[in-house]
């Protein structure tokens, strides 16, 4: 199968670490030149030297905050000045905080507006018109909970969801421009993220981070954690030349754990 990452470029958001970093590194091992956004500068530029050391694809980086709309168009300009060109989109962003809809203000729900639903827009409003001539891919991450709710996580529950509104519709409209775009959600990804909420669980219950682990694996049928390289090569088959035909859907990678059809 010939992928043809070589030689394109990618702006992969929040990817300082995480899944974000996984897809990075995927797409700079097949060539592809990425450009790198998160609001930690020290840990970019690290992942920089990590990824540029792989001899691959080109790795540039741009801090930015994308709860910012002028961060956002800065590091669109600085990826067409370095690159000269967007042929794929991955939006990414930091998880809301958890939270029930008693436990939370106009505040807290504006933030997670921004963080988790306004930032895409504003990513996909500014790199489509660079896609528009050669046409390109664009991959939104969300969560599981686009199919089923998660108890005490109400923002994710809500502005993910928006997020597959939006792609559905943008395949449509975006489709005359061979622009495909589709959401990627992950269920228990072994990633820092998902450490840390294990460990506040663990915390809250008394009881160790093994148990905790423990509880959640055997929810799920393959009885273990996904890596994140499982995600990104899903990701990457997702924007590259093998992917012709599939835009508009929502695809969860999660073992098997969320039981809604
Ligand atoms: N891992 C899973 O199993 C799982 C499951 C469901 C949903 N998700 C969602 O998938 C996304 C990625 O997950 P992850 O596990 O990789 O999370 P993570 O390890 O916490 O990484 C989050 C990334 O987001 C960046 N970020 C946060 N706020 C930002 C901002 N305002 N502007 C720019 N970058 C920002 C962080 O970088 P800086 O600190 O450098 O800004 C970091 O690189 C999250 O939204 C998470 O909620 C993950």
Redesign the pocket.
Same mark, same amino acid.
């Given at each position: 199968m010939d992928l043809n990452l070589n030689g394109k470029t990618a702006i992969v958001?929040?990817? #300082?670490? =995480?899944? =974000? !970093?996984a897809i990075a590194t995927q797409l700079v091992k097949e060539g592809t030149n990425v450009m790198l956004?998160?609001?930690?500068e020290e !840990?970019?530029k690290g992942v920089q030297v990590e990824l540029s050391a792989l001899n691959k694809g080109r790795v540039s980086y741009h801090q930015?905050?994308?709860?910012k709309k002028e961060e956002i168009e800065a590091l669109i300009k600085h990826t067409v000045d370095t690159f000269g060109a967007i042929d794929i989109l991955v939006n990414? #962003?930091? =998880? &809301?905080p958890a939270g029930t809809f008693e436990q939370l203000d106009d505040e807290e729900w504006q933030n997670a507006f921004e963080?988790?639903l306004l930032?895409y827009i504003r990513m996909i409003r500014n790199t489509v018109p660079h896609m528009k001539e050669t046409g390109g891919k664009i991959i939104n991450?969300? #969560?599981? #909970?686009i199919k089923e709710p998660i108890p005490g996580l109400i923002l994710?529950n809500t502005f993910r969801l928006g997020i597959v509104g939006l792609s559905k519709t943008l395949a449509d409209e975006l489709a005359p421009h061979n622009i495909l775009i589709n959401t990627v959600? &992950?269920?228990?990804?072994?990633?820092?993220?998902?450490a840390?909420l294990d460990q506040v669980n663990a915390e809250k219950l008394g009881k160790p981070i093994e148990e905790i682990e423990h509880m959640f694996k055997e929810k799920i049928p393959l009885k273990r954690? =996904?890596t994140?390289e499982e995600f990104a090569t899903f990701v990457t088959f997702l924007v590259s030349d093998a992917n012709t035909y599939m835009t508009g859907q929502a695809y969860i990678l999660d073992g098997g754990m969320v039981k809604a059809i």
């Open positions: 958001v929040a990817s #300082s670490q =995480g899944l =974000g !970093k956004a998160s609001r930690n !840990k970019l930015t905050d994308i709860t990414n #962003s930091g =998880g &809301p963080l988790n930032s991450i969300a #969560s599981v #909970s994710s959600a &992950p269920g228990r990804i072994a990633t820092d993220r998902v840390h954690y =996904g994140p």
